[in-house]
C-alpha cells in the first residue's frame, strides 16, 4: 500500500477556489493511477475525479464538470483537485486514493490505498 496525505481543504464562500493536495509516500508513484472521491454524512463515498498514472487521461463526474480540475506533478509524488466555482453542495471530505493500474477507476474497490480525507465547506 502506498501513504497518501491529503491537505488543502477548508473554509471557502460560494463561487471560492481551493487547491486540494495529495501527496504519495511511494516512490514509483508513475505507476499509480489516481482518484478523489468525497463523502457527506449518511452518504456513500462517491468518485469526483481520477488521472491516469502518465497523466494524459483525466475525468471528472458530471455534477463538478467544468469547475473541478485535476493535474500532476510527478516530481512531488503528488496530485492536485483544483476546484473552481464552488457550491454549498461540495461540501464533504475530499479522499484521494491510488491503485497500481495505467488507468483510474470511478469504483471505490478498485483502489488500494487511501488518504485520510480532508475537509471542504462552502458557506452561502
Known amino acids: 500500500q502506498v501513504r497518501l496525505v491529503e491537505s488543502g481543504g477548508g473554509l471557502v464562500q460560494v463561487g471560492g477556489s481551493l487547491r486540494l493536495s495529495c501527496a504519495a509516500s511511494?516512490?514509483?508513484?508513475?505507476?499509480?493511477?489516481m482518484g478523489w472521491f468525497r463523502q457527506t454524512q449518511g452518504k456513500e463515498r462517491e468518485f469526483v475525479g481520477g488521472?491516469?498514472?502518465?497523466?494524459?487521461?483525466?475525468d471528472v463526474t458530471d455534477s463538478v464538470k467544468g469547475r473541478f480540475t485535476l493535474s500532476r506533478d510527478s516530481a512531488k509524488s503528488t496530485v492536485y483537485l483544483i476546484m473552481k466555482s464552488l457550491k454549498p453542495e461540495d461540501t464533504a471530505v475530499y479522499y484521494c486514493?491510488?491503485?497500481?493500474?495505467?488507468?483510474?477507476?470511478?469504483?471505490?474497490?478498485?483502489?488500494?490505498?487511501w488518504g485520510q480525507g480532508t475537509q471542504v465547506t462552502v458557506s452561502s
Open positions: 486514493a491510488a491503485r497500481s493500474s495505467s488507468v483510474f477507476s470511478p469504483r471505490r474497490s478498485d483502489y488500494d490505498s
Open positions: 511511494e516512490r514509483t508513484f508513475g505507476d499509480l493511477s
Open positions: 488521472m491516469s498514472r502518465s497523466g494524459m487521461l483525466a
